[in-house]
């Protein structure tokens, strides 16, 4: 079964931390449309980004005061409403990466927190996708099993120190 895929929204100010999120995700077999991977020299901007909200069963919301004051993450987030309403399910993953205004419509939700332990706030994002990180290497997932290679380094390179 295919892993559903998440839209990453955020503010270009915050790429460093999406950019590590997107490999992370990928790393873990989560299938993700991040606008760096997405959208080419030529592309129309906002095509790319309406095909990726509609073909994306979710969209993770980066939630800074630089996403919060962005007028791309605004719009992006008002499609992904209309989604989760017009749909009848979840659809919208919060992401706190910095303390901030949480947008109203968001305020109700339980986010991934980033803010002090990038750990909890990845593992508890994979929680959705129903994928875990662990040191043993192997671990089951919807239909297909995790390299060995890629979580053992995906664990080693994020959260031993």
């Known amino acids: 079964m295919p892993t559903k895929q998440i839209f990453i929204c955020h503010s270009s100010k915050d790429k460093e931390f999406v950019g590590k999120l997107a490999n992370n995700l990928t790393d873990a077999g ?20 309406n095909s ?27 499609a992904g409403f209309i989604k989760e309403i017009s749909e009848r399910r979840v659809t919208i993953l919060p992401i706190l ?25 990845l593992s508890d994002l994979l929680d959705v996708f129903d994928v875990s990180l662990t040191t043993s290497g192997r671990k089951p997932v919807k239909g297909h099993l995790l390299v060995d290679n890629t979580i053992d380094n995906l664990y080693r390179d994020n959260f031993i120190k």
């Open 97 to 121: 990466l910095k303390s901030c205004i949480i947008p109203p419509l968001l305020s109700d939700k339980r986010y991934a927190d980033f803010t002090g332990d990038y750990a909890k706030g």
């Open 52 to 78: 990726g909200i509609l073909e994306s069963h979710y969209m993770g919301v980066v939630l800074s005061p630089n996403s919060i004051d962005s007028l791309w993450v605004k719009k992006e987030m008002n």
């Open 30 to 49: 989560i299938n993700v449309w991040y606008d760096k991977w997405e959208i080419k020299v030529g592309d129309s901007i906002i095509d790319k980004i």
